[in-house]
């Protein structure tokens, strides 16, 4: 156990307005503060008095909380409670040294940790094999200031400097405070021979000199009526002062508005009416748009072929459904028992193809194909559509070509979790005996659109 003297602050702005969560670092001396914070830091404690506890095994890092739980030999000091923070030192490896704030108590022996203020997770620092004192009552260094702007923390005796910045830019420039001395014993000990303070002409100062007690007390001024605080009126910068405004202060284009009138056009789907327009003082314009009303089966949409127009309430046509184009060669005709071919990729999982319309454009060529039996067959995943007749391939030659077009009669796939036609491709097959000789190509239209399975 250590006695801890004890360092009390304020932190306002130019107004004596209290600054809240600005950040305050205590270094011990020789100090650098070219950096915010600075260095070297000192061990705090918001407590006269800190406490030790060494580390036991069972110390370690939970992968499923992200959190330190560390383990004492003996019941733990009682000022550690869920959001005190302790400081950790001397052990291996060194990843579990640093200040902590407690978030779980597990048992008078464990507790649980996080990183201060961010409760951010903590990295794997390894597995913990030996030492480690457990200095409690301890501070996070830096650390920030409370609703009111007061801060305090305890430390070591000793002379100290404090660093005060913001990172809101508040504070323009960081305060330093060096050669701040912090003493031990009861608090109050020692004496103040003579503390003044001035401050700008905007403010008043009470209390001042202090030559063995007291309070500094700054107050803001009283100033005329309609004048502001603000720079020159011209020339270069210089120290603000309170003075009336001149024209240079207000903002381009600033005035009054005699009269605002408001007009909208919106297509022919839409109706419109407005109130309150004109404003020639003070009021409110408002637009009321709505829907007209359509007939059944219409949708909004762009025009059925040519070029881009404005979009209009029509039916649905062919080409508003999405296709794609596949050309068979001979080959693959020959082949469709024991290859089946592709028309329509899988769509991904969660989802099936609806086809809506199949379009078989057949090219005849030297021969036209025989036929053993089995019919030509679109399947997806366990649904299947077959032709009623395979006509189209067995009698067309060259120099003729012929068109079956048919809508996609419906099919019932097979029950599961996913069912079997969810990211299953649209194929064309045979289900047997494949065609013999021919030499004629085809092109198998499809259109079809995506619905999900679940």
Known sequence: MSSQGRYDGRVQDILGNALQGA?????????????????????????????SAS??????????TQQITFVTTAAYPSDIVVGSYVTVTGTTPTGYNGTWQVTVLNSTTSFSVTTPFTLAAIANPGTW?????????????????????????????????????????????????AD?????????????????????????????????SGTLAISKANENANTVWAGPTSGGAAVPTFRALVAADIPAGTGTVSS???????????????????????????????????????????????????????????????????????????????????????????????????????????????????????????????LASNAIFLVTVSPNRRLQVFPWPGATDTAGNPPSDDNAPLQITKVTNNFAAGTGTATIVVYYYVIPTT
Do not use: C, H
């Not at 071919?341 to 379009?359: C, E, K, Q, S, W």
């Open 260 to 386: 605002v009138a408001f007009s909208q056009s919106v297509p022919a789907i839409f109706s419109q009416a407005t109130a309150g327009s004109p404003v020639t003082t003070s009021g409110t314009i408002s637009s009321t748009v709505a829907l007209v009303n359509q007939n059944a089966n219409l949708v909004w949409a762009g025009p059925s072929s040519g070029v881009a127009a404005t979009p209009t309430f029509r039916s649905l046509v062919a080409a508003d459904f999405p296709n794609v184009s596949t050309a068979l060669t001979s080959g693959q005709i020959l082949a469709l028992l024991g290859t089946p071919i592709t028309l329509v990729p899988a769509p991904g999982v969660g989802f099936a193809i609806m086809p809506t319309y199949i379009v078989i454009k057949f090219f005849g060529a030297g021969a036209a194909y025989t036929d053993a039996g089995g019919a030509v067959t679109f399947n997806i995943g366990s649904m299947s559509a077959a």
């Open 55 to 64: 580390l036991a095994a069972g110390t370690s890092w939970s992968a499923t």
């Open 23 to 51: 950040s305050i670092a205590v270094l011990t001396q020789p100090a650098n503060t070219t950096t915010q914070p600075g260095s070297p830091l000192a061990t705090l404690f918001n407590a006269a008095i800190s406490n």
């Open 180 to 212: 701040q001395s912090v003493l031990g014993g009861a608090a109050g000990t020692g004496t103040v021979t003579s503390v003044a303070l001035t401050a700008p002409v905007e403010f008043t100062v009470g209390g001042s000199p202090i030559t063995l």
């Open 129 to 177: 094999s030996s030492g480690g004192t457990i200095a409690t009552s301890a501070l996070p260094n830096p650390f920030f200031t409370d609703t009111l702007g007061n801060f305090f923390f305890y430390v070591a005796p000793a002379s100290y400097t404090v660093q005060i910045y913001d990172t809101l830019g508040r504070i323009p420039t960081p305060l330093i405070l």
